[in-house]
């Protein structure tokens, strides 16, 4: 048994066959034929909240393009780098390096190359220097504005310590360079255009430039980047694949620009948005069946030989998943401990599927419900109401399962004049028979599981 989901392992030839757990092969297959049939300078936000596989999904589809489309590309870690002011380098070395690659068979690649390392060690300067404030924006939003004359008292008092020039004569000076701040730019994306044509090598290829977790960085190195890649990289040949949770990436437009639009702002910057596809299940099985599937696979658990109906907790965990709408990685955490709890013990303990899985759920999610359940000190009503558990989910095979769960946890948590009060024969009353082997009244359900659970706590 392992307690730890193991890191999936991607086929080097095949990434999309035994790997895609979630048979994202036919979205990966369009996001290719896009960028590829697509003639303009394209710039792709990949959208999708924290835990749900974005990394693993462009690590695969890495794969993909080079083995099914014959596209070279480039992974760059932004969140690994962002120990940088600035992302220029980091961007250039990293194309640079593909160019390095290629060049060995192919001259004109090698002396493009050169050119371009020319140009970026011109570039780079200038972005680098407090000039910068001014001219690089100037350049880029090809305008020259208020804001950007206010910018230059940022530096005033540095120019002014050692009287080297007048303020006046700063701003003079700079204005009159930004013509050829702006012709240096321009040569640098010409030179960046010819390169990528070297390495494409017809119109119908393209470098595909993943930049992933964008939405982990700090947030002026993250708005450096998107700024970066709009005005000075994104030329015809290249594709940037921006991987984001970019209601993440808004609120670092805020904590850099203030209450400021942030959508809107951001669209400045993206040709296209896409989302991650995450299946819902109405006609298939869901991407929570799928997965919870998969993670039961790979913890090996193996609860068939010890008489324990590990489909039921699967269907159970993929329900809540659903209801929930749970991250992968969140799911982990739950068969993590359903791993744990059956480490802790041995023979068939008691785990009925239903309110087994609301618990460990519960206490991944929720902790204050949790803390509550375990200590028996929950309403009902209340937890019902507004943990949705009443709602009509008659249209939906997979949430079928919720209901079920209702009728556990009012057999658990019910006091023994209201479940007294019920017919014989109700569905409530139907759960008594699982007890009658393990010595458990019926109120001490939720305190058993729960001690369990807690004696190890997983960060």
């Given at each position: 048994?392992?307690?730890?989901?193991p890191q999936l392992e991607i086929d080097a030839?095949?990434?999309?066959?035994?790997?895609?757990?979630?048979?994202?092969?036919?979205?990966?297959?369009?996001?290719?034929?896009?960028?590829?049939?697509?003639?303009?300078?394209?710039?792709?936000?990949?959208?999708?909240?924290?835990?749900?596989?974005?990394?693993?999904?462009?690590?695969?589809?890495?794969?993909?393009?080079?083995?099914?489309?014959?596209?070279?590309?480039?992974?760059?870690?932004?969140?690994?780098?962002?120990?940088?002011?600035?992302?220029?380098?980091?961007?250039?070395?990293?194309?640079?390096?593909?160019?390095?690659?290629?060049?060995?068979?192919?001259?004109?690649?090698?002396?493009?190359?050169?050119?371009?390392?020319?140009?970026?060690?011109?570039?780079?300067?200038?972005?680098?220097?407090?000039?910068?404030?001014?001219?690089?924006?100037?350049?880029?939003?090809?305008?020259?504005?208020?804001?950007?004359?206010?910018?230059?008292?940022?530096?005033?008092?540095?120019?002014?310590?050692?009287?080297?020039?007048?303020?006046?004569?700063?701003?003079?000076?700079?204005?009159?360079?930004?013509?050829?701040?702006?012709?240096?730019?321009?040569?640098?994306?010409?030179?960046?255009?010819?390169?990528?044509?070297?390495?494409?090598?017809?119109?119908?290829?393209?470098?595909?430039?993943?930049?992933?977790?964008?939405?982990?960085?700090?947030?002026?190195?993250?708005?450096?980047?998107?700024?970066?890649?709009?005005?000075?990289?994104?030329?015809?040949?290249?594709?940037?694949?921006?991987?984001?949770?970019?209601?993440?990436?808004?609120?670092?437009?805020?904590?850099?620009?203030?209450?400021?639009?942030?959508?809107?702002?951001?669209?400045?910057?993206?040709?296209?948005?896409?989302?991650?596809?995450?299946?819902?299940?109405?006609?298939?099985?869901?991407?929570?069946?799928?997965?919870?599937?998969?993670?039961?696979?790979?913890?090996?658990?193996?609860?068939?030989?010890?008489?324990?109906?590990?489909?039921?907790?699967?269907?159970?965990?993929?329900?809540?998943?659903?209801?929930?709408?749970?991250?992968?990685?969140?799911l982990e955490k739950v068969f993590t401990y359903?791993?744990?709890?059956?480490?802790?013990?041995?023979?068939?303990?008691?785990?009925?599927?239903?309110?087994?899985?609301?618990?460990?759920?519960?206490?991944?999610?929720?902790?204050?419900?949790?803390?509550?359940?375990?200590?028996?000190?929950?309403?009902?009503?209340?937890?019902?109401?507004?943990?949705?558990?009443?709602?009509?989910?008659?249209?939906?095979?997979?949430?079928?399962?919720?209901?079920?769960?209702?009728?556990?946890?009012?057999?658990?948590?019910?006091?023994?004049?209201?479940?007294?009060?019920?017919?014989?024969?109700?569905?409530?009353?139907?759960?008594?028979?699982?007890?009658?082997?393990?010595?458990?009244?019926?109120?001490?359900?939720?305190?058993?599981?729960?001690?369990i659970i807690d004696m190890y706590k997983f960060?």
């Amino acid at each position: 048994m392992k307690l730890v989901t193991p890191q999936l392992e991607i086929d080097a030839n095949n990434p999309f066959d035994v790997s895609d757990k979630l048979g994202r092969k036919d979205f990966a297959e369009s996001l290719s034929n896009l960028i590829i049939s697509t003639d303009d300078s394209l710039v792709i936000a990949l959208d999708a909240p924290w835990g749900e596989g974005k990394t693993t999904f462009v690590k695969m589809w890495q794969i993909f393009l080079e083995k099914e489309k014959g596209l070279n590309s480039i992974y760059f870690d932004a969140f690994a780098n962002d120990f940088m002011d600035e992302p220029f380098v980091a961007i250039s070395s990293e194309i640079a390096q593909l160019a390095e690659k290629l060049s060995t068979d192919n001259h004109l690649i090698g002396s493009k190359l050169s050119r371009f390392k020319e140009k970026v060690s011109v570039v780079a300067p200038k972005l680098l220097s407090t000039v910068a404030k001014i001219g690089v924006k100037a350049v880029t939003l090809k305008v020259v504005s208020d804001t950007d004359i206010e910018a230059l008292d940022d530096i005033k008092n540095d120019l002014s310590k050692d009287g080297s020039e007048l303020i006046s004569d700063y701003v003079l000076k700079k204005l009159e360079s930004y013509q050829k701040d702006k012709d240096t730019i321009n040569a640098f994306g010409k030179i960046l255009e010819e390169l990528a044509d070297a390495i494409s090598g017809d119109e119908s290829n393209k470098i595909v430039f993943i930049i992933d977790e964008l939405d982990r960085c700090k947030p002026t190195y993250a708005i450096e980047v998107i700024e970066k890649i709009k005005h000075i990289f994104s030329v015809k040949n290249v594709a940037f694949v921006l991987v984001m949770n970019k209601e993440q990436l808004e609120l670092s437009v805020k904590s850099i620009y203030g209450e400021i639009d942030a959508n809107t702002y951001l669209q400045k910057f993206i040709t296209l948005n896409c989302n991650l596809p995450k299946y819902h299940g109405e006609y298939r099985p869901s991407d929570y069946k799928k997965y919870c599937k998969h993670l039961y696979d790979v913890h090996e658990m193996e609860l068939e030989q010890r008489g324990i109906d590990a489909g039921a907790l699967v269907t159970y965990t993929a329900s809540l998943g659903l209801h929930y709408g749970l991250s992968l990685r969140q799911l982990e955490k739950v068969f993590t401990y359903y791993a744990l709890f059956y480490s802790l013990t041995t023979g068939k303990p008691y785990s009925p599927a239903g309110i087994f899985s609301f618990l460990v759920v519960t206490r991944v999610i929720n902790s204050d419900l949790y803390i509550l359940l375990s200590r028996q000190s929950a309403d009902l009503e209340s937890i019902i109401k507004e943990e949705k558990l009443d709602c009509d989910y008659s249209t939906h095979r997979e949430l079928l399962y919720i209901e079920k769960i209702n009728l556990w946890l009012r057999f658990c948590l019910l006091s023994d004049e209201e479940y007294n009060a019920l017919e014989e024969g109700s569905d409530v009353k139907r759960f008594d028979g699982s007890l009658w082997n393990y010595g458990l009244d019926r109120e001490k359900i939720v305190p058993y599981i729960c001690s369990i659970i807690d004696m190890y706590k997983f960060t």
